[in-house]
């Protein structure tokens, strides 16, 4: 256990491989994003599944994406696991794909605004639709699905960064994989950094309602990667069977190893 990254993310925090991950629920996010509005404070949320801690494992660019974040969430259950095969454990997984309704919910309830950056064109639109549906006081100031490779051209960036900026949202999700969402984040941070910034991958299309989550009992159980595996096996096989299903593998026997030694220094 360590001590938090940021004064604003006051949870402990859990170190797995490598990452700091908050020991919070998705209250405590939403506490997290209502507290950072009361203070006029920014804040950037990484939702770090096995993929992230893979990549952020290997790579130091993406690594110090993380580590820049003022909380890391377990999206993942391995990270869950691993925490619990620690001794340490988390209390549960916390995923982009519920956080874009229960901090939209929170938007609506405190009159705060919304923009959602993300996903093939028309679907941020639909996703913004569908939550004023669902939260009818809530503000949607912007939605857009900014052109396939626009975060290669640095005028396209500008312009993206620009219209959030001029837009002023007090919530923002972007849904762009990582790391290039996480890339765009920091700056639209520079831009405007009194929001609520949040990583949030496929939340926007499922929000949308253009692709499928999984049964919650197939999210609670660990097994929503194989559902949207079954749904997606063209775009997901590599990244779900070749790499994440490796690394988690790989991360829970290195956590079991790690526990044993301590529990072995601690009968010496």
Partial sequence: MTAPPHTLCEARHVRIAGVEICSVTEEGVVDLA???????????????NTDILRLAARDPVARALVDRATAVVADGMPLVWASRILGDPLPERVTGSSLIFSLSELAAAEGRSVFVLGGAPGVPELAADRLRERYPALRVVGAE????????????VADVVRGVREAAPDLVFVGMGFPRQEVLIEALV????????????????????????????????????????????????RRYLRNDLVFALGLLATTSVQRARAQGEGRG
Avoid: N
């Fill in 190 to 237: 520079e831009a405007h950094p009194r929001a609520f910034y949040i990583g949030c991958g496929a939340a926007i299309p499922m929000a949308a309602g253009v692709v499928d989550r999984a049964p919650a009992v197939l999210q609670q159980s660990g097994l929503e990667w194989a559902y949207r595996l079954l749904r997606e096996p063209g775009r997901l096989s």
């Fill in 34 to 48: 209502r507290r950072a509005w009361a203070l006029g404070k920014g804040c950037r949320v990484v939702t770090a």
């Fill in 145 to 156: 699905s900014p052109a396939f490779g626009f975060d290669g051209d640095p005028a396209a």
